[in-house]
Structure formats: C-alpha cells, structure tokens
C-alpha cells in the first residue's frame, strides 16, 4: 500500500466516522443542521480522496475520466436543482426520488461487476455471488418501490391502495423466480440471463410491493425503502470490497430501521402491517366507515371571525391543506392578529399532520411562527378543554374522533382532541375525505361550523374579517 | 472463508450497532430530516460508482457506470441541499433556542 493509497482510506475514514457523528447530531433540533453539515463535510472528503486515488495512481483511462465528470455534472446539476426549486410541500416526494436513484446506482456497480466477471469466464466465489445478488434484489426493488412512493405522493399515481388483480399471485410468483434464480447462482454457476431474470423480478416486485399500500403509509414506506437503500449500498460495498461502503450502507441500514420503527409507532401502526397491509391482509377494515351522523353546520366568514376574536384563547390545527395551499404565511398572519388583540393562540402539531411527520413545524417555521408556540400532541391534548376555539386549517384524519373507537381505518391512531374545544372551526375546501379515505365524525359534531374555502383563501378572508371588526 | 471477507464483516456488524445506537428519542419533528439526512449518507454509493467507472472497458459497463455516477451524485447533492433546507427551518430565532438540549444528545 502505497503512501496515497493510505492518504485515501484515511480519507473515507474521516468520511464515515462524520456519517455517524453527523446522524447523532441531527437527534436534537439544536444541532441537526450542524449535523448535516458535518455529514456533507466528510461525504465531500471521501469523494474528494476517491478522485485524487484515481488521479495519482492512474487507474483512471480517459474514457473512465469523461464518464465521471460528466456524470457528476448531469446528477450534481439534477439533484441540485430539483433540491433547492422544490416547494416544502413536495420535499417527501423528492427524497423518495433521492432514494430511488440511490437504489439505483448502487444496483447497478453489483451488475456492472457481474457482468465483467461472467466476461473473464471463472467461477465466481460464494463471499461475491451472495453480496451480488443481494445488492441486485434491494437496490432494484428500491429503486422501483420509491420511484412509485414518490409518484403517489406527487399524485401521478392515484394514493389509493391499488390491488391488482391476482396481485398475491403474481408477486408469490415473483418472490419464486427470484429466490430460485438467486440459489441457482450461489451454487456456483455463472450465468448473465439468470442474473438478468433476478433484476426483472426485483423490479417488478418493488412496484408490486409499494402499489397496494395507500397514501397515507408512504413516509413510513419510504423510511423503510432508505433503509433497504442503505443495505443495497453495504452490499455493493462488500461486492467491490470497499469498507466506506459498508460502514455508511449499514449506518443508514440500521439507522433508517429504527427511525421507520418511530415513525410507525407515531402513527400507531406496525411496519409489519403496513406492508402486509399492501398485500392485502388488512384492507377488511377499509370500507367499514361510520356515518357522519347528524347535519353539517356552515359558518359563515364574519361569524367565525367574531368567534376567534373575542375567544381567550384559540388552538390552531394545521393540516396537509394547509401546506397544498401554501397558507403558512396567511396562517401565521391571523396567529398574529389575534395575539395582538390578547388572544392567547398555540398550534397544535399531530406527528404525522401533512405528509410526513415533522412537515407542519417546516412550513411554520418558514412563515417565521415562533418555535415556542407549536405545541406537540401530549403537550396540547389536555389544553383543548380550555380552548375557547379550535381552528382547524386543512387537517382531517388526524382530528377524527372515529379513532378513539375500534373498527375504522384510524382506529388506535393518536389523535388531536379538537372535539373537546368549546367550538370548532373548520377551514376545509369541500366535505371531501383525509388520506384514510373516511369520513370524518368531527364534521357532524353540533359544535362544529364549516367554513369552505381554500386554506389560503380562506385564512385571508378572516385576517379581513376579523380586522374589520 | 480469507481475512479480508472477515474484516468486512466485523465491519458490516459494528456499524449496524452503531446504526442502531446514533438513533435515540428523536422529536417527531426531526422524523423527516433525519430520514433526509440518512438518505443522503447512502450517496456514498458516488464512491463505488467513480471506482467502477474508471475501469470501465466496454460500451455496456461504461453506460452503465456513467448511470451510476450520474444517479449517485443526484443522490448526494440533492440529499443534502433537500435536508439543509428542511433544516434551515429550526435556525435559531431570537426567541428560542434552548442551549440545555446539547446535554442529552
């Protein structure tokens, strides 16, 4: 091992040990930006060190060279523009797609392996062949899996469960073909169309596995896939032999496997029944939903001004309508107002309100809603008894009182008691349904009055209103 | 079964626990930028992908590996531009920030 060989593994040390002090750091509000930039600091050392490997001891052939620069030019420029042009509200879709295509690279250095050593003709040893088909199966059904979670959350494919028909049978058939594709290889023999069935079959089983499961399951899908992500990446190291690749896939293998285990238990589900869920052993309970019961009261503008201008104290509920219509800005105006004629105003942040969880403190704290003021589901549950007005703006599952019942889609699913507030204000575009795809009971409650309007809109006409008064 | 594939190993199995060990009670309003922030550490896969690409011979594995590079540094760049925007969400306001939460990490 030459000098600058040394140089370069001590280079992609530094690199994974900032992975790990980075992730640590980003356990706490305080220093999670510190964190990442610690991350992107040593991800820049370890690429950095892998070029200059490159350049000093000439392994590099021109064309390798043009390959490189020009592929760090097209995905850098790609991923670079699309990171900082995208809306808050599209950012879990985008990490999807930064997953997918991780998944995808890290396939495709396993194929690109295989497909050289077929070329020289030997026998490939089992400490290869297993990495190899391994990487190829995770990295290719992450690949499929988050391109689709990414699709769903963007609306271009629809958010509802989708069951194909037969579905359990095609993907038995695939999970067949697969395994029995990837012990043929382990026994020794060497064979690029098998390998290529293999690829096939993952491919197809990503999009088999992530179809069925709905909407409102993807942030937990997608934490589980930036798991598997991470094990493709551990693979791929094992497979070219190179230890950064291992340390950083299993980190985020492990990390990314707790971290889907939290965001799971926020939303009272098990992983395991997310994704059995998707392949149909859950759906029995969708399509058991309760009525709505009871009529549906419209407020009108100038009542529902009245009502949080003269309240002592109002609790704000944003959802994902809230973040669709981009009227954060606007929320934080009537938060404003009313504070400044002595109303005592809190947000009510539910884990999972929005799209991902941790989406609503984003959004409010761009529109500079100050960080003391959003309270966490424990911490404010127990305040809505004394809340004179719950304002809820674009949010619905989360505020379903259906949870606290057994029998409905939410059922066990932590939830806001909005119901226990003197009076409930509803900004909401339509009587359409949340992500769970139910009615909500909260809408019939006597106590509650609809105002139907765009959250935006919405939340503009009472700024006015309540101005006006 | 040599030395080298044994040493990976070692490696693979301490960093895993140490995957499971930088997690802890983690605000559900970091859910999203931590996930963010694993998914861009993966971007090392950049690495793996320069080493390929270098030695690439012929037209299929240099396509390949330019893919790879090209989806990799997406991956990098990308992650950590997406979750140093999420995170620049929480700096720090004159009002808030609460030094005692350094302790505990």
Not at chain 2, 71 to 76: E, G, L, R, Y
Request: net charge neutral; aromatic share 4%.
């Amino acid at each position: 091992m030459d000098a600058i060989e040394v140089l370069v593994r001590i280079a992609w040390l530094i690199g994974a040990a900032s992975f790990v002090l980075g992730l640590m750091r980003m356990n706490s509000p305080a220093t999670a930006r510190n964190g990442n930039l610690l991350s992107a600091g040593g991800m820049a050392i370890a690429i950095g060190g892998t070029a200059v490997l490159l350049a000093v001891n000439g392994s590099a052939s021109a064309t390798g060279w043009i390959i490189i620069v020009v592929g760090i030019a097209i995905g850098g420029g790609a991923g670079l523009y699309t990171a900082r042009t995208v809306k808050m509200t599209a950012m879990p879709q985008l990490v999807s797609l930064f997953n997918a295509v991780g998944g995808g690279a890290a396939a495709l250095i396993a194929i690109d392996d295989y497909l050289r050593l077929a070329s020289e003709g030997a026998s490939i040893a089992l400490q290869i062949s297993i990495p190899t088909v391994l990487d190829i199966l995770i990295g290719s059904i992450t690949f499929t899996g988050s391109l689709i979670a990414s699709g769903k959350l963007m609306g271009v494919i629809s958010g509802k469960p989708i069951v194909l028909p037969g579905g359990r049978l095609i993907t038995l058939a695939i999970v067949l073909v697969a395994a029995a594709g990837s012990i043929y290889l382990w026994t020794g023999a060497v064979s690029v169309p098998v390998m290529f069935l293999i690829l096939a079959a993952a491919l197809v089983f990503g999009v088999t596995m992530v179809l069925p499961i709905g909407g409102a399951d993807m942030p937990v899908v997608i934490s589980l896939l930036n798991s598997f992500t991470g094990t493709a990446v551990a693979m791929a190291g094992f497979v070219i032999g190179n230890d950064v690749l291992i340390i950083a896939g299993a980190l985020v293998g492990a990390s990314g496997a707790i971290l889907t285990k939290l965001m799971a238990d926020a939303m009272n589900r098990s992983v395991l029944s997310i994704m059995l869920g998707g392949f149909g052993g859950g759906e029995g309970t969708v399509g058991a939903t309760t009525a709505t019961g009871g009529s549906v009261r419209e407020l009108g503008l100038d009542d529902a001004a009245i009502q949080l201008a003269y309240a002592s104290s109002v609790i704000i509920v944003p959802g994902y309508g809230l973040a669709v219509a981009q009227a954060q800005h606007a929320c934080r105006e009537l938060g404003e107002l009313l504070e400044s004629r002595g109303v005592d105003v809190k947000y009510a942040i539910h884990p999972v309100a929005g799209r991902m969880p941790g989406h609503m403190n984003v959004l409010l704290a761009e529109a500079n809603v100050p960080y003391p003021q959003l309270k966490e589901m424990e911490e404010i549950n127990p305040e809505f008894d004394r809340a004179d007005v719950a304002l809820v703006v674009g949010a619905n599952d989360v505020t379903n009182p259906a949870a606290r019942k057994p029998g409905s889609p939410v059922s066990g699913m932590p939830i806001l008691d909005v119901d226990h507030a003197k009076a409930i204000i509803v900004i909401k575009r339509s009587m359409g349904r949340g992500y769970a795809g139910i009615d909500n009971e909260l809408y019939g409650n006597p106590k509650t009055g609809m105002l139907f309007a765009d959250a935006k809109a919405g939340l503009a006409d009472l700024v006015n209103a309540v101005k006006a008064l | 079964m040599n030395t080298e594939i044994l040493a990976a190993l070692t490696v693979f199995v301490l960093a895993i626990l140490c995957g499971f060990a930088v997690i802890s009670k983690v605000p559900a309003t970091l859910h999203t930028p931590l996930m963010s922030g694993a998914n861009s550490i993966h971007g090392i896969v950049l690495v793996g992908s320069m080493l390929i690409a270098a030695t690439a011979t012929d037209v299929l594995s240099q396509v390949l590996s330019l893919v790879a590079v090209a989806f990799a540094t997406m991956n990098v760049v990308g992650g950590y531009v997406v979750t140093d925007r999420m995170l620049q969400m929480f700096r720090k306001k004159p009002t808030s920030p609460k030094p005692a939460e350094k302790g505990e990490a």
